[in-house]
């Protein structure tokens, strides 16, 4: 049975049935099968084909099938059917918003926020949490590394947006098969795949190009994939020319610009390379190698003059990243239907990537009154860092009887980090300016081991009630090397060795509704930066010192939910509550180093953080959808309650409208967004004030096909985001106050074939 879909939506909601000729939904399936780790004996247990022909996504009619995920069991599970909150945004989603990244697109999920300006910089948030407590994943495998800052998770950039199948988001921890970091959630880019070997032979592909009015951006991409016999093929690339954004004029709380102010430092040129070759073997077996390069110049964090924020005297902050070069290789082996004693599944991958970047902090502190004009403390500081990143994931999945499928394996991951500085601090006003140069590195080089065991169940306990148990053994050691211009600090060591586990239930009610409770235990262990960063912070607020003796933190996490679907009505809503312990958190220690106050690291907090979402649809008619979504957060500091730790806006309401001509031709929909003002949120000194204000954004997004001729089909895409030209800024770009792009327009073409 199926139904017609009728949005652009997010698939987040239970009973997202959408609408698909045959053969698309057929193809469909077999995309996602073979582009994730799949259990072929559950599989054909269940009725479903294990092999079956795929189209290329973009020439897939606008209709979906019901949203399938592999992220939280790892084996191919409907939404419905999964006993957590996650999320999946399909190819379909991806392609008529023609996001600049994959972050973008979860602005409108509930419980997700994001972190960064810019056109490559957005990173997510979930339940307030970011940076390195969020894991980000790329098919299945770690994108995070340890040489990021706690608040700065790596890019989703460095994955070409166009080039993924779909994006899914777990919202809770995840540890028990991912490991370190998973605390608050993840992210899992899956990209797209090769035709599979049944589809026989062929050549399909596409070219696209977009223009966002904002930063007067511009981006060209193709793709092209095939099968020849048993060898597939994909070859996707995409280039991008972003100049810095303008934000309107308006109020922000107690900010005010007067007129339009362009946020500097927002623009980028940035490309993207994918290579993926395979061979497939008739009886089930595959080989793989995968190639990714990406390059971005000319990229920053943002800021607004002083000038127009009508600040005097205040500090002038600029952190650039003017180099960005990033190369994965991923080579693999997936074995189905294997039938042995040990495994009717077997996945084997292994990874190196190479992640270089520049980063330069450019900071000037004035004096103040009572000093000479121009007297302050200008401090420059150009870092390098490459980080070499080698893994391996060793997977099995055993049906060992009807009503229980195992999933066990074992993982590992080795950064080797090496860096450069050079530091320039110069004082102004008191005579001839007196430079001070250094090249003491603010981390030394170091290496940082991950190695972890997992096994999983999932019980079929009865034909109403379902049980998966898991459970993980993690080892983390960070250890410093000898460094050029380190060479007195002694070697130090950290080690993290933990247990986790989760246990998720579902239970179906009735075939329309399933009941959901989940617990589990998370843990992150302090990376390098954490533990042995020892200069300016990357916001030229303060000078972090070293703390080699953090140790991890631990989450606790609770979930109840429900899960309901009926002809035209959806819905599904979570009441959750994640504590997190021994966090570590930034600390003042009371001392100076140069102008600058001193802050470290410490474990010192309990957070609590809990709340609910909510999210439904209801198709009155085919090709007509309205959807909404809530969800609601508090966050306490429980050992220190006058502490704000706010870290998310405290509410957020989402709702559409969309209507799809139901063949496809056209489609349109209207789109609002409301984030509630933050009472609790730890903004220290900013131009804000006290309280995170509200804000609200209106979106238009439609597209119609306007050529098909045999296989090649084109369509035209026209967006305006920010319809109502508001000011307003995401989160955690608002204490250092980086605004959203005034009222923006955005085209786009696709030509498939």
Not at 183 to 198: E, F, K, M, R, S
Not at 247 to 260: H, M, N, R
Not at 319 to 338: E, I, K, M, N
Not at 496 to 502: E, H, I, M, S, W
Request: hydrophobic share 35%; proline share 6%.
């Amino acid at each position: 049975m199926s139904r017609i879909d009728t949005s652009s939506r997010c698939s987040t909601r239970p009973g997202a049935l959408p609408r698909i000729g045959l053969g698309g939904l057929v193809a469909a399936l077999l995309a996602t099968l073979l582009a994730n780790p799949v259990d072929l004996a559950a599989q054909q247990r269940r009725g479903q084909p294990a092999d079956t022909v795929a189209t290329d996504s973009t020439k897939v009619p606008p209709v979906r099938v019901r949203p399938i995920n592999v992220t939280v069991t790892r084996s191919p599970k409907e939404v419905f059917e999964t006993a957590a909150p996650v999320a999946v945004l399909d190819s379909l989603v991806i392609r008529e918003r023609t996001p600049n990244t994959a972050a973008d697109l979860l602005r409108d999920l509930p419980g997700l926020d994001v972190n960064g300006a810019g056109a490559n910089q957005a990173r997510p948030i979930i339940r307030g949490q970011r940076g390195q407590r969020i894991l980000m994943l790329e098919d299945g495998l770690r994108l995070n590394n340890s040489r990021r800052q706690q608040d700065f998770g790596e890019l989703p950039a460095i994955v070409d947006v166009n080039d993924l199948n779909r994006i899914e988001v777990v919202r809770g921890p995840a540890s028990v098969l991912y490991g370190s970091d998973a605390i608050g959630g993840v992210v899992n880019l899956i990209t797209q795949d090769v035709p599979p070997l049944a589809a026989g032979d062929q050549i399909n592909g596409w070219v696209r190009y977009a223009f966002r009015g904002a930063g007067d951006q511009h981006r060209p991409g193709a793709s092209i994939s095939g099968r020849v016999g048993g060898l597939g093929f994909r070859l996707t690339g995409a280039y991008r020319d972003a100049e810095a954004y303008v934000a309107p004029a308006g109020s922000f709380g107690d900010i005010t610009l007067q007129d339009d102010a362009v946020v500097e430092d927002t623009g980028v040129q940035d490309d993207n390379l994918n290579m993926i070759l395979e061979y497939s073997f008739p009886n089930s077996h595959r080989v793989f190698g995968r190639l990714e390069r990406y390059r971005a110049t000319d990229a920053g964090f943002g800021f607004v003059n002083n000038g127009d924020l009508g600040i005097e005297d205040g500090a002038d902050i600029e952190l650039t990243y003017p180099d960005q070069a990033v190369d994965r290789f991923v080579l693999g082996y997936r074995g189905r239907s294997l039938g042995t004693f040990a495994a009717d599944r077997l996945d084997v991958t292994g990874y190196y990537q190479d992640n270089e970047r520049d980063f330069t902090l450019d900071v000037f502190v004035p004096f103040g009154p009572g000093t000479p004009e121009g007297a302050g403390v200008s401090v420059v500081n150009e870092n390098f860092t490459d980080i070499e990143s080698t893994g391996f994931r060793i997977e099995a999945a055993k049906l060992a009887t009807e009503r229980v499928l195992f999933t066990y394996g074992l993982d590992f991951s080795h950064d080797n980090s090496r860096n450069t500085d050079f530091n320039v601090s110069t004082v102004f006003g008191f005579g001839p300016p007196m430079p001070e140069e250094s090249t003491t590195p603010t981390v030394p080089n170091a290496t940082y081991r991950q190695i972890g065991a997992f096994a999983q169940s999932e019980l079929t306990l009865h034909d109403r009630l379902s049980l998966i148990l898991g459970a993980r053994w993690q080892d983390v050691r960070a250890e410093t090397e000898v460094t050029p211009g380190l060479e007195d600090l002694p070697v130090a060591k950290n080690s993290d060795r933990t247990v986790v586990g989760a246990a998720n239930l579902l239970f179906e009610v009735t075939p329309e509704l399933n009941l959901v409770a989940a617990v589990g235990r998370g843990f992150r262990a302090p990376n390098l930066v954490e533990l042995f960063f020892n200069g300016p912070t990357p916001e030229g607020s303060g000078f972090q010192v070293r703390n080699p003796e953090l140790e991890a933190e631990t989450s606790f996490n609770m979930e109840l939910g429900l899960k309901y679907r009926r002809s035209k009505v959806a819905f599904e809503g979570y009441l959750f509550r994640n504590q997190i312990r021994n966090g570590i958190r930034i600390s003042e220690t009371g001392e100076t180093v140069g102008p600058f106050p001193a802050f470290e690291n410490v474990n010192v907090d309990k957070l609590r953080y809990q709340g609910f979402e909510v999210t439904g649809e209801y198709e009155p008619f085919a090709g007509l959808t309205f959807g909404a979504s809530y969800s609601a957060l508090d966050s306490k500091d429980v050992l220190n309650p006058n502490n704000p730790i706010g870290d998310s806006y405290s509410s957020k309401v989402v709702t559409h409208v969309t209507y799809r001509e139901p063949d496809g031709r056209f489609w349109a929909t209207y789109r609002f967004r409301h984030s509630g003002e933050q009472k609790d949120a730890g903004l220290l000194d900013n131009p804000i004030g006290d309280v995170l204000p509200a804000f609200s954004v209106h979106d238009l997004r439609g597209g119609v096909r306007l050529l098909q001729l045999g296989r090649t089909q084109h369509t035209l895409g026209i967006s305006v985001e920010n319809l109502t030209n508001e000011l307003y800024a995401e989160f955690s770009n608002a204490s250092f106050f980086r605004p959203e792009p005034k009222r923006t327009l955005l085209l786009s073409w696709i030509t498939s074939f």
